[in-house]
């Protein structure tokens, strides 16, 4: 039995927890506030993250370093550097693999599918933000300081995503729902248990290690193709959609911090925006999720 410490208890965090514990190892579990499952195998601690020294202790015995942290959109420029450095000083002081949730941010805009060769070109400071941490992070392990990979996912599907912020509900209820993003450009939307999988899988795969890895996904789909599967799946009437015009997302952006984020994201809906995994699948043999069953899971975690 290992032992595996997550920093984050999010729907990542939580979904990889649960995960190590069916299979019989030990994960401590650190949030701010000690939340997570409560299930046997699973310490959930309470923490400072950023507290270097504290960090250190609790993953003392770890063979892994999870980072699924997952800071308001707003604060990152406040709450990403002081983690990234603690989590980078643990790992090479512990010597766990340290390994990354992270996103397709830092690509910016692209033409054609984001692979496991396209090259991270955003521009944007928020967009560089978690490319910079990966820079980081894969300069101490090309010099031996620790041993790091991260893997990286579009649009989640169950939770934290278009389905659970603004559209899953309005669907279960058979009301109209409005989507802050345009209704037919391609996208890719991942599962949260497929982030799971493939975080544990390259945590625990030398080959892995030194590189960025893309989540297995499945086919893009615009936002009324999901909306319809997502009422199909789940015995809902129709989707009825209606896209929410872009100058009344920008004033409400005035008001609301998260809206006024939705900006700096925007071209990922406005242009095709496709995850390539192939690399990751012929590499570990992983595969996504079902898109029914991943919607299922939205849908019950929208139920409550």
Same mark, same amino acid.
């Given at each position: 039995?290992?032992?595996?410490?997550?920093?984050?208890?999010?729907?990542?965090?939580?979904?990889?927890?649960?995960?190590?514990?069916?299979?019989? *190892?030990?994960?401590?579990?650190?949030?701010?506030?000690?939340?997570?499952? *409560?299930?046997?195998?699973?310490?959930?601690?309470?923490?400072?993250?950023?507290?270097?020294?504290?960090?250190?202790?609790?993953?003392?015995?770890?063979?892994?370093?999870?980072?699924?942290?997952?800071?308001?959109?707003?604060?990152?420029?406040?709450?990403?550097?002081?983690?990234?450095?603690?989590?980078?000083?643990?790992?090479?002081?512990?010597?766990?693999?340290?390994?990354?949730?992270?996103?397709?941010?830092?690509?910016?805009?692209?033409?054609?599918?984001?692979?496991?060769?396209?090259?991270?070109?955003?521009?944007?400071?928020?967009?560089?933000?978690?490319?910079?941490?990966?820079?980081?992070?894969?300069?101490?392990?090309?010099?031996?300081?620790?041993?790091?990979?991260?893997?990286?996912?579009?649009?989640?599907?169950?939770?934290?995503?278009?389905?659970?912020?603004?559209?899953?509900?309005?669907?279960?209820?058979?009301?109209?729902?409005?989507?802050?993003?345009?209704?037919?450009?391609?996208?890719?939307?991942?599962?949260?248990?497929?982030?799971?999988?493939?975080?544990?899988?390259?945590?625990?795969?030398?080959?892995?290690?030194?590189?960025?890895?893309?989540?297995?996904?499945?086919?893009?789909?615009?936002?009324?193709?999901?909306?319809?599967?997502?009422?199909?799946?789940?015995?809902?009437?129709?989707?009825?959609?209606?896209?929410?015009?872009?100058?009344?997302?920008?004033?409400?952006?005035?008001?609301?911090?998260?809206?006024?984020?939705?900006?700096?994201?925007?071209?990922?809906?406005?242009?095709?925006?496709?995850?390539?995994?192939?690399?990751?699948?012929?590499?570990?043999?992983?595969?996504?999720?079902?898109?029914?069953?991943?919607?299922?899971?939205?849908?019950?975690?929208?139920?409550?």
């Amino acid at each position: 039995m290992s032992e595996h410490v997550i920093v984050g208890a999010g729907a990542v965090g939580s979904a990889i927890a649960t995960l190590l514990a069916e299979r019989g *190892e030990h994960v401590r579990l650190i949030s701010r506030r000690g939340t997570g499952p *409560e299930c046997p195998g699973i310490e959930r601690v309470a923490a400072d993250a950023t507290d270097t020294q504290r960090l250190t202790e609790l993953a003392a015995a770890a063979a892994v370093l999870y980072n699924c942290a997952n800071p308001q959109y707003h604060r990152w420029f406040t709450d990403w550097p002081p983690l990234a450095s603690a989590l980078l000083t643990a790992a090479a002081r512990t010597g766990a693999v340290l390994a990354a949730m992270s996103n397709a941010y830092g690509y910016g805009p692209v033409r054609g599918p984001i692979g496991q060769q396209t090259p991270a070109a955003a521009t944007h400071p928020k967009l560089r933000l978690r490319e910079q941490m990966w820079q980081d992070a894969l300069a101490a392990h090309r010099a031996g300081r620790i041993r790091a990979t991260e893997v990286r996912a579009s649009d989640y599907i169950e939770q934290n995503g278009l389905l659970s912020f603004a559209l899953g509900k309005a669907l279960l209820a058979g009301r109209r729902a409005y989507s802050p993003a345009p209704l037919d450009v391609p996208h890719s939307w991942t599962a949260i248990a497929d982030c799971a999988r493939t975080l544990i899988t390259v945590a625990a795969d030398e080959r892995a290690y030194g590189q960025a890895w893309l989540v297995p996904t499945g086919p893009a789909l615009t936002v009324r193709q999901l909306a319809t599967r997502f009422a199909t799946v789940n015995g809902t009437p129709a989707a009825k959609l209606t896209a929410i015009p872009y100058p009344v997302l920008w004033a409400y952006g005035e008001f609301s911090p998260m809206v006024k984020e939705l900006r700096t994201t925007r071209y990922q809906f406005t242009a095709p925006f496709v995850i390539d995994a192939s690399a990751t699948t012929q590499t570990f043999g992983l595969q996504p999720t079902p898109l029914d069953d991943a919607l299922r899971d939205a849908a019950a975690r929208l139920r409550g």
